[in-house]
């Protein structure tokens, strides 16, 4: 649509196998003339051996490329969609993430309101110990933006680049949860949770939607310098979430938290109002909101590369907790409006 080059259907039919084969300096679906009509678009970064997961050089790679003017903020449905949800998928099957129930892939396709064809992209670590592997502590991001100039590169290529670097140090040091982690990028999320409703209403064959636990979201995780300030918003008294924040901000001295507010301005909202406790964590940035200048070049990157291991380790504290996760959840709603 937005992307007038004839690379994207390139992309579309790319298959997982020949884009994995793909040599580096080949540079995939990039390379097949992405380049050529924006001389300004970074490479696809392709490879998942990466000794050290949150290296700032390789997240901003990832970003810059989901935030490219070649995908052009990754509208549903659109050529840019396609592309930045092959990538998230090559990377999953990279790092040998399993597929979700019994999803075929990792995409969950499914039609936006406006007859948009999209798709969420799930993988999950399968859980290890007997009575809680069963269980699923989603860790989440959403791939779409608006398009049209608009290209969403804190809102929401932060997340996702946070998303895959956590899925590459949880893998890279072998790590075999108690709880299964499921991770998910959701579509159509600018228009009102749609990826993460359609989950929750047509949950792939074989995944139970009621032992799903905890939700750690992630949105706009890429401004922190604007405010000084990372909000872990659903960081509740009395919730586990709290517990597993307050656990690990020692880790990041350089990160300022603020806990304890709510929010229900992101996919965090559709699990929330179906008794599931979150985690939203989200840096402030009133300049460049939903306005073209939200561009890869403003990210805080040093930042983002302290709040991915932040939130990996709070995911991976969340779903080893021998607690019951759900404890200090009184009434959804309330917990929803901020009052638990
Ligand atoms: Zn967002």
Known sequence: ??????????????????????????GGCQGRGVTASHSLSPPRPQTCDRPTAYEQADMTADLAYLASPALDGRAPGSPGDVAARSFIA???????????????????PFTDQAGNHTANVLGQITGTKPGLAAESVLISCHTDHFG?????????????????????????RGIKPDRTLLFAAFGAEETGFEGSEYF?????????TSKLVYNVNMDMVGSYTASKMLHALGSFDGTAGKTAVMAHTS???NLTLSFGDESSLSDNATFCSRGVPYLFFWTEDTECYHQTCDTSARVDYASLASIAPLV???????????????????ATKDVCAGTP
Do not use: W, Y
């Open 1 to 26: 649509m937005k992307l007038k080059d004839s690379s994207s259907p390139v992309c579309r039919a790319t298959s997982l196998m020949l884009a994995l084969a793909l040599p580096l300096a080949s």
């Open 90 to 108: 090559e990377r999953f099957a990279c790092l040998g993430l399993a597929t979700v129930g019994s999803l075929v892939g990792f995409e969950q």
């Open 148 to 172: 049209g100039g608009k290209l969403g590169a804190n809102d929401n290529a932060s997340g996702v680049a946070a998303l895959l670097s956590i899925a590459q140090d949880l893998v890279n």
């Open 200 to 208: 929750m209403t047509n949950p792939p064959p074989a995944f139970d």
């Open 251 to 253: 880790e990041h001295p």
């Open 312 to 330: 990996g380790s709070v995911s991976l504290e969340l779903a080893n907790s021998s607690s019951d996760l759900r404890k200090g959840i009184v």
